[in-house]
């Protein structure tokens, strides 16, 4: 009986579940047809611009409905932005200009405070409970006041010098009220080439295969920030891992395993909260999202070196941390110049890094594919590299002490050494940077660039070399030890500490 009821439950089961399936497909397709017209096409009026705000399922339909609101006022916030700081960078000749920096939280706060009074003239909650709403802005009062203050601080710069520049902001900055100025046709620049600022980073986040507009926006905006998280937790941890090799140890220990996963987790924290979407686009023709994202590095290394302070308490440990986490900034040969990065013809030089370029010129289906041929070439040069190096060293070491000392060969040291120093370049080394060009014909040739640090490079090979060369402890009757073992101990720890100073020629 029990197990009848049982099977009859299970039958019943089935037959819902399986009935069920179509329908909710159909009620999915029925929601995309059903679906408003401004979820995907926004509408145009004089005089005001739109955005649609998205947020996930909420139990609450009421609360959903105020938060995807908010999303959507945070949508016209950062469109109007992006507008008053591009025009107003453009009118100043840079992007890191003075006046954009000294504007900055003022515009911030007045946008806010303007998209406050939009209207959210419709919301909608699809079939898998996502909220969405329409809203609505006149320009007009949002951005006039805006207007008034980007040119009173501009008349400070400029002066009574040159009044015509000034009517030329003021005629660029009149477009802001035209509905059609927010609506860009054309790619933007940092989809081919990523900004370049003193203190920030950039990443490009895209998402393909979205039937609704907004939440293929949603998702090239999560990409974004999730590659800037990547690209900022992969750097300090190179950072961190050289520093501890040389400062505390093994990295690859217990001990500093936990130091770095702690500090880099912890920067992957701070980058998602602390990074800003600057903008997004959508190309109509690829049906594509994009968005990028930046950080400001200042905030990075401010982040990192507070976390430092809780475990490090040596203070010239510390100084030595934040002058590495201090190159940060310096990224000068990230730059592009005529639309190639500088480092394809001109390979960097930094007194505690090494770095190689990588290249194929193979076909493929794919830009993946050739982007990762392209990073395991730049790898294995900079192995090569760092290895021929390491070979000459000890060679030349060799050649000063002979062919052994205490009866042992040395070319084993030297084969041993220089192992090791190719697998720590191979497993060390990052990927900075890749680019793909494109000539006239279409072939495509994909370039990439690799960085090791040296100095957790040759904590690496040192220890090592002490490894290797075993040096003999003495006995506790030193003066009878000094005797039997000179030529054993005493030759290898001179041969271990010549090594050791060859070694930091390299640096």
């Known amino acids: 009986m029990y197990i009848g009821s049982e099977h009859s439950l299970i039958k019943l089961f089935l037959i819902i579940a399986l009935s069920s399936c179509p329908a909710y497909s159909q009620s999915k397709d029925a929601g995309k047809k059903d679906a408003p017209k401004w979820v995907n096409e926004l509408p145009m009026s004089p005089g005001s611009i739109f955005a649609v705000g998205m947020v996930n399922r909420y139990f609450d339909k009421k609360a959903g409905e105020e938060a995807a609101a908010q999303s959507a006022r945070a949508e016209l916030a950062q469109t109007i932005k992006v507008n008053v700081k591009t025009i107003t960078s453009t009118w100043s000749g840079s992007t890191a200009s003075g006046l954009v920096s000294s504007l900055e939280k003022s515009i911030d706060e007045d946008v806010l405070a303007s998209v406050q009074n939009a209207t959210i003239l419709e919301t909608w909650v699809d079939p898998e409970g996502l909220t969405y709403a329409l809203a609505e802005l006149p320009l007009a009062g949002a951005v006039s006041a805006i207007q008034k203050k980007v040119v009173d601080e501009a008349k400070k710069v400029a002066g009574k010098k040159d009044p015509k520049k000034i009517e030329k902001l003021e005629v660029s900055l009149k477009g802001l009220k035209d509905p059609k100025s927010y609506i860009r046709k054309d790619k933007p620049d940092w989809?081919?080439?990523?900004?370049?600022?003193?203190?920030?980073?950039?990443?490009?986040?895209?998402?393909?295969?979205?039937?609704?507009?907004?939440?293929?926006?949603?998702?090239?905006?999560?990409?974004?920030?999730?590659?800037?998280?990547?690209?900022?937790?992969?750097?300090?941890?190179?950072?961190?891992?050289?520093?501890?090799?040389?400062?505390?140890?093994?990295?690859?220990?217990?001990?500093?395993?936990?130091?770095?996963?702690?500090?880099?987790?912890?920067?992957?924290?701070?980058?998602?909260?602390?990074?800003?979407?600057?903008?997004?686009?959508?190309?109509?023709?690829?049906?594509?999202?994009y968005a990028l994202t930046r950080m400001s590095l200042s905030q990075v290394i401010s982040h990192v070196s507070e976390k430092a302070k809780e475990k490090i308490k040596d203070p010239k440990k510390l100084k030595g941390l934040s002058d590495k986490l201090g190159k940060l900034i310096n990224r000068d040969y990230l730059k592009m110049q005529n639309g190639y990065p500088v480092w394809i013809n001109k390979i960097p030089k930094d007194k505690g890094a090494v770095f190689a370029v990588g290249m194929d010129e193979g076909k493929?289906?794919?830009?993946?594919?050739?982007?990762?041929?392209?990073?395991?070439?730049?790898?294995?040069?900079?192995?090569?590299?760092?290895?021929?190096?390491?070979?000459?060293?000890?060679?030349?070491?060799?050649?000063?002490?002979?062919?052994?000392?205490?009866?042992?060969?040395?070319?084993?040291?030297?084969?041993?050494?220089?192992?090791?120093?190719?697998?720590?370049?191979?497993?060390?080394?990052?990927?900075?940077?890749?680019?793909?060009?494109?000539?006239?014909?279409?072939?495509?040739?994909?370039?990439?660039?690799?960085?090791?640090?040296?100095?957790?490079?040759?904590?690496?090979?040192?220890?090592?070399?002490?490894?290797?060369?075993?040096?003999?402890?003495?006995?506790?009757?030193?003066?009878?030890?000094?005797?039997?073992?000179?030529?054993?101990?005493?030759?290898?720890?001179?041969?271990?500490?010549?090594?050791?100073?060859?070694?930091?020629?390299?640096?």
């Open 364 to 507: 493929y289906f794919s830009q993946t594919k050739g982007i990762e041929k392209a990073k395991e070439s730049a790898r294995t040069k900079l192995a090569k590299t760092i290895g021929v190096q390491i070979e000459n060293v000890t060679k030349n070491w060799i050649e000063s002490e002979g062919s052994s000392f205490g009866g042992e060969p040395l070319n084993d040291y030297m084969s041993e050494i220089t192992k090791e120093a190719t697998d720590v370049s191979l497993e060390g080394s990052q990927i900075m940077a890749t680019f793909v060009a494109t000539d006239k014909a279409g072939k495509q040739t994909y370039y990439a660039l690799s960085r090791l640090y040296t100095g957790g490079m040759l904590a690496k090979i040192k220890r090592k070399a002490s490894q290797t060369i075993k040096v003999p402890e003495a006995s506790a009757q030193e003066d009878k030890a000094q005797k039997i073992l000179a030529g054993g101990r005493e030759s290898a720890k001179a041969a271990l500490e010549k090594l050791n100073a060859a070694l930091d020629q390299l640096e």
């Open 191 to 289: 989809i081919k080439a990523l900004p370049e600022e003193d203190d920030a980073i950039y990443a490009v986040g895209i998402a393909e295969g979205y039937y609704f507009y907004v939440n293929g926006r949603e998702a090239a905006k999560d990409k974004s920030r999730g590659e800037l998280g990547q690209t900022i937790k992969s750097e300090v941890q190179a950072i961190l891992t050289d520093w501890y090799e040389v400062n505390s140890g093994e990295a690859s220990g217990a001990a500093g395993q936990s130091f770095i996963e702690e500090m880099t987790n912890s920067v992957s924290e701070a980058t998602l909260s602390g990074s800003q979407i600057v903008e997004t686009w959508y190309d109509r023709n690829s049906k594509w999202h």
